[in-house]
């Protein structure tokens, strides 16, 4: 990657959030149709307010008995689990890819929501892993192809 790389040419609008009203299996499914691990949780402003994985959904579902399919698990809402994080890890249109893509290996993140400013955390997209080695991959050929 060259080193004035900056998140928003790698930037993605996917759908990679929910609604802090959304339910737990909302949530679930979410998860899996994009095949992720986490998922952005926003208020109604659009502002990152936390995340949460499959990992801690199932805790839940442990701690409360309660089964994927079971008639209760319909009804509970995101945000009467949700452990509102007062920082969620979240990076800025001009951060640097070479960090952000060190921060998603380092915690082991599938993405890493793209928010206006540290003081107005309102969603404009996201960086994947993959996206930022699908663009580099794509750079390598076209530069090959040119040589």
């Known amino acids: 990657m060259t080193s004035n790389s900056a998140a ?10 929910v609604t802090e009203n959304a339910t737990l299996i909302d949530v679930l499914d ?3 149709m994009f095949g992720l691990s986490e998922i952005a949780i926003i208020d109604t402003k659009f502002k990152v307010i936390s995340t949460i994985s499959k990992k801690e959904i199932a805790q839940f579902f442990i701690a409360k008995k309660i089964r994927k399919n079971d008639a209760r ?5 995101i945000k009467t689990v949700l452990n509102y994080s007062q920082n969620p890890i979240v990076a800025y249109p001009n951060s640097d890819i070479n960090k952000i893509c060190e921060i998603m290996e380092l915690f082991k993140l599938d993405y890493i929501p793209i928010v206006r400013n540290p ?7 996201f ?6 080695q699908v663009t580099l991959t794509s750079i390598a050929e076209t530069i090959i192809c040119c040589l």
């Open 8 to 17: 928003s040419d790698f930037m993605s609008s996917l759908p990679f959030y």
């Open 30 to 32: 979410k998860i899996e």
């Open 73 to 77: 698990a319909k009804d509970i809402l």
């Open 119 to 125: 003081w107005n955390k309102v969603l404009i997209g």
């Open 127 to 132: 960086v994947s892993f993959s996206q930022v």
